[in-house]
């Protein structure tokens, strides 16, 4: 049986050590969830010595380019996991782990080694999909804080989406019974659907597929000291399992994301950031907002990050993926922003972005979006898919630069009061990870 060094935070005498086991990471980021990570750890750092523990695989089955890699084609690379480009303000660890390696007993027994050999006072369990819950329960000896940051113990679908037939999905798939098989359905035909390597592997080396997952998933989570959720609406989902569920939202760096000094010169210009390529995404309902704007709306354009795939019109200009420094300066010359999201947000990152950024956010009322944005005053919150509210609401933004001016400063304050990094950390994490430690 693996033995944590401590229970609880570490004597005075020495700096406290945290360790952050991470599944996913990648850095320039792809997803919200690890610009979570890399602030809450730069936040520590400066309080004590934090290790991101990271795997590091990039191919499906080896390192190295294999028969079988060929002949999956455009499947075979398996997702870049532990790929961090650029320096971090403290230490990353690779575990090395080949794709046949990548199951459920290997990953546990690595990581429990990385942690007796750091020997951490506090271990943080961050991103993962479906061999997260086993990851938890593995882990149990350190009684590590476990922060879930989409619905993966809820949802087996990709990184849980929680999301079915265009809507909010009302099966909770931990109730097993008729619950389990309708959620077997569905992922099998998600996956069947879109059958990437990275979500089809660890889906089927997880046994998430198996009426038996559901126990590791719940073992996972009684596991931990702590459960870190994003709204209450996960949160009451998750306190069944371990009542020790606190809500902690995600921050934002105030100082790069900030207002330009000056209006932007130019056709009114409305950002949509995020990976709104994708269905749940809200791409469909983007693309007919789109449409509809151009006969309403014609001065009005749309930037969009990512891919353009599904979303065109002659108002549509390509941002492409940016990297997180050049990210602030398309909020700046942007006016307006929109997250045009179906599923229920956990939280939305990049609608804090652009509210420090001193945008107004036209947003849908799903999920932690509807924390974020102040309906009226701040931005606006639309019916999730609903095509003639948002239109009406972009024509009216687009004609009123007053309007614009003072949402986009009510959000920025907004910001400044609730969610800066710093705020974030003193408000929750300091006590959380550090106890009564100053310094």
């Known amino acids: ?3 944590p060094i401590h229970e609880g935070i570490a004597v005075s005498f020495r700096t406290p050590r945290i360790a952050i086991c991470d599944l996913l990471m990648c850095w320039p980021p792809d997803a919200g969830a690890f610009v979570d990570v890399v602030n809450v750890a730069s936040w520590l750092s400066r309080h004590a010595t934090v290790k991101l523990i990271v795997p590091k695989i990039e191919t499906f089955f080896s390192g190295r380019k294999t028969v079988v890699d060929t002949i999956l084609g455009k499947y075979s690379r398996f997702f870049l996991r532990g790929a961090i480009d650029g320096p971090m303000p403290f230490d990353v660890q690779h575990i090395e782990i080949s794709g046949l390696d990548f199951k459920p007993s290997v990953i546990g027994r690595r990581y429990a080694a990385a942690l007796e050999s750091f020997r951490p006072d506090a271990t943080f369990i961050s991103n993962g999909w479906h061999l997260k819950a086993h990851l938890a329960k593995d882990l149990a000896p350190w009684r590590p804080i476990l922060r879930i940051y989409a619905h993966e113990f809820l ?29 077997l359905a569905c992922s099998t035909s998600f996956y069947a659907k879109h059958p990437a390597v990275r979500w089809v592997q660890e889906y089927v080396r997880a046994g998430a597929w198996a009426p038996g997952y559901r126990e590791v998933v719940k073992e996972g989570l009684r596991a931990a ?3 870190i959720v994003y709204n209450q609406w996960t949160q009451s989902r998750v306190r069944p399992y371990n009542d020790r569920v606190m809500v902690i939202p995600s921050g934002v760096d105030c100082a790069r994301f ?8 130019g056709p009114v210009a409305v950002v949509v950031p995020g990976r709104v ?13 789109i449409r509809r704007m151009a006969a309403a709306r014609p001065q009005m354009i749309f930037r969009i990050t990512g891919s353009l795939k599904g979303i065109s019109g002659a108002n549509v200009q390509a ?10 300066d398309l909020y700046r010359a942007s006016h307006v922003a929109f997250i045009p999201s179906l599923w229920p947000e956990p939280q939305g990152i990049v609608a804090l972005e652009a509210a420090a950024s001193g945008l107004p956010v036209v947003a849908t009322s799903v999920g932690g979006l509807k924390d974020l944005i102040s309906d009226g005053r701040t931005g606006y919150l639309v019916p999730p898919g609903d095509v003639s509210r948002t239109v009406e609401v972009l024509s009216a933004l687009c004609d009123d630069p007053l309007l614009r001016q003072s949402l986009g400063r009510r959000g920025r304050r907004r910001c400044l ?3 800066q990094w710093e705020a974030i950390f003193e408000n929750h994490y300091r006590e959380l990870f550090l106890g009564s430690r100053t310094g």
């Open 1 to 3: 049986m693996w033995r």
């Open 155 to 183: 949802c087996t679908k990709a990184d849980g989406w929680f999301f079915r037939r265009g809507k909010l999905c009302e099966r909770n798939y931990l109730n097993g019974g008729s619950d389990y098989l309708g959620c």
């Open 225 to 227: 000291s702590t459960v």
């Open 258 to 265: 900030a207002p330009s000094p000056e209006q932007p010169a």
């Open 277 to 289: 390529s994708e269905h749940h995404k809200g791409r469909d309902f983007l693309a007919e907002v």
């Open 319 to 328: 941002a492409g993926w940016l990297s997180p420094e050049r990210l602030p």
């Open 417 to 419: 009061e609730r969610y």
